[in-house]
Nanobody, 116 residues
Framework: QVQLVESGGGLVQPGGSLRLSCVAS????????MSWHRQAAGNERELVAS????????NYADSVKGRFTISRDNAKNTLYLQMNSLKPEDTAVYYC?????????WGQGTQVTVSS
């Protein structure tokens, strides 16, 4: 079955960096687009960044452009999110997602807390 397992979250000071990973299994990772989303307490889940299969075209939310980088390693079935210049407002649970035959699959999430 499809599984997505995130890791790499934690507590970081403002201005710091983290790299999130999402290991995928149960499907042919290389042929599906992938995305990162986040949900802060009391807020709706929002799209952070996405990456296509094939060419690997990327798209970012305005709030993270220039600070976050999404990438993928198809040989390792792994999706990444490099987060630099972190701000307190980046605090949230971060999820990776894919859509297969019209159905969304989500990981369990990893907590990112940006605080001094």
């Amino acid at each position: 079955q499809v599984q997505l397992v995130e890791s790499g979250g934690g507590l970081v000071q403002p201005g710091g960096s983290l790299r999130l990973s999402c290991v995928a299994s149960g499907f042919t990772f290389s042929i599906y687009g992938m995305s990162w989303h986040r949900q802060a307490a009391g807020n709706e889940r929002e799209l952070v960044a996405s990456i296509t299969s094939g060419t690997g075209n990327t798209n970012y939310a305005d709030s993270v452009k220039g600070r976050f980088t999404i990438s993928r390693d198809n040989a390792k079935n792994t999706l990444y999110l490099q987060m630099n210049s972190l701000k307190p407002e980046d605090t949230a649970v971060y999820y990776c997602k894919t859509k297969i035959w019209g159905r969304n699959y989500w990981g369990q999430g990893t907590q990112v807390t940006v605080s001094s």
